[in-house]
């Protein structure tokens, strides 16, 4: 592997963070004792994808295996889902394909939606950051398992989102539907333009991309920080009392899934402005990865995709 840029997290610091949740994981219960089990275990495949073995064993084992019992809420409905589809990807395996894939319809029905028609929804009951992990989750469900019905709910979810969560007068992202005094976050962008690129692959539609890349940069208006590099959690905060954070607390870090984005963007576009934009979150949070990175796993997860494509460009 080559050597990170400077200032990056190191292969050093990604190989501690495997140890430490080797050390941590409790299976019987499909959690990481001290880190978010979604952030551990999407960082885990992660590294599956390029090959480590003991990475894809720990995070298969640990994997809750019984999905659609008693989910907490629709936003931990579609975690799970989303954990669930991606282990698919790395291992095609039966039992475990058939659990995701009711880990996808509990989530659905968590949503009160269904994979037919939109009877039910409730467009102001969740925020904007639940629907875009939600739409992609249902996209790369439909790709994994050649299912129609998802792909479609997820279209027919991004099209709501994108015509229903804007404030009227100034056409800019709401974390919910309808209430422009509601302002959307970073999670609220970050996971929206996760789905819309999800989207693309998904459908084909290139209309997708031209929607992740607009919101990208409403996002990057509304909440980057010009002095030290990554993103504010909300408007507010870049006029006054700035509050940045980089790490994953309960779910996963907003700075982490942009840094996602910007990689695969510049991917899709072609255009190097958005690697180095990504560099640069990375850049802003390295000094508090290196002492504390089981609480820093969706940032570490972007440093490992961004080392795994750096040769592509």
Not at 6 to 31: I, K, M, N, Y
Not at 37 to 60: K, N, P, S
Not at 191 to 215: F, M, S
Not at 286 to 305: F, G, K, N, V
């Amino acid at each position: 592997m080559t050597q990170p840029a400077s200032g990056l997290p190191s292969a050093a610091v990604l190989a501690e963070a495997q140890g430490a949740l080797a050390l941590r994981a409790d299976p019987a219960s499909g959690r990481f004792v001290g880190a978010s089990a979604i952030a551990a275990l999407l960082f885990l495949l992660e590294r599956a994808r390029d090959g480590d073995d003991e990475a894809a064993g720990l995070a298969l084992a640990v994997l809750r295996r019984t999905p659609g019992g008693s989910v907490p809420s629709a936003w931990a409905a579609a975690a799970e889902a989303a954990v669930h589809v991606e282990a698919v990807e790395v291992k095609r395996d039966d039992g475990l394909e058939k659990t995701a894939r009711a880990a996808v319809d509990a989530a659905l029905a968590a949503f009160g939606w269904n994979a037919g028609s939109d009877e039910g929804v409730d467009e102001g009951r969740l925020g904007t950051d639940a629907h875009g992990l939600m739409i992609a989750t249902l996209a790369r469900a439909s790709l994994t398992f050649d299912a129609p019905g998802y792909r479609e709910a997820a279209s027919r979810a991004g099209e709501r989102a994108l015509d229903h969560r804007v404030d009227a007068k100034w056409g800019t992202l709401l974390h919910l539907a309808g209430e422009a005094d509601r302002p959307a976050g970073l999670g609220d962008y970050a996971l929206l333009v996760r789905g819309l690129l999800e989207l693309l692959p998904a459908t084909g539609e290139k209309g997708w991309l031209y929607e992740a890349v607009r919101l990208q940069g409403e996002q990057e208006e509304r909440l980057w920080d010009v002095r030290e590099g990554g993103y504010f959690e909300s408007p507010e905060g870049a006029g006054g009392v700035a509050r940045k954070d980089g790490s994953d607390g309960s779910f996963l870090s907003g700075n982490g899934i942009a840094a996602l984005n910007l990689i695969d963007l510049s991917r899709l576009c072609g255009e190097r402005s958005y690697r180095d934009r990504a560099e640069g979150v990375l850049r802003a949070f390295a000094a508090e990865i290196a002492p504390a990175p089981l609480e820093h796993l969706t940032l570490l997860r972007a440093a490992q995709r961004f080392e795994r494509t750096s040769s592509s460009v």
